[in-house]
């Protein structure tokens, strides 16, 4: 999983840009975690949890993009998928979800973490 962070110098906005079938995790750093280090300080604490086995799940709901965690990977998914399991579809017809979720391993999405915090640092 490769990513780039960059901030707008014009606008000042945060950019996150991950690679294709990963697009969701770019989109969940640049609207959902931001500069929020009360929201980083609490992933960072759970993923410790994780790792150690204090805690095998958890999800973080955010306002249009949530996580769910384990202890081996993370899955990243708009909100509106939840709602569209009840959606039922012709069996020649599906729906393509590769800009709306996408698995990473726990490591992985640790590692992006800590360079968005240090990016953040960086960029300031």
Do not use: P
Request: aromatic fraction near 10%.
């Amino acid at each position: 999983m490769e990513y780039e962070f960059r901030r707008n110098t014009m606008t000042g906005t945060l950019i996150a840009n991950f690679t294709m079938d990963h697009e969701i995790l770019g989109l969940w750093f640049t609207e959902e975690l931001g500069e929020d280090a009360a929201l980083y300080t609490q992933l960072v604490e759970d993923i410790a949890k994780l790792q150690q086995g204090s805690i095998s799940a958890l999800r973080r709901v955010g306002k249009a993009i949530s996580l769910d965690l384990d202890n081996e990977q993370v899955r990243v998914f708009a909100n509106v998928l939840e709602m569209d399991d009840e959606l039922e579809l012709d069996e020649s017809m599906s729906l393509y979800n590769g800009e709306s979720e996408a698995f990473c391993g726990l490591e992985d999405f640790e590692a992006a973490l800590l360079s968005w915090q240090q990016f953040l640092a960086e960029s300031r």
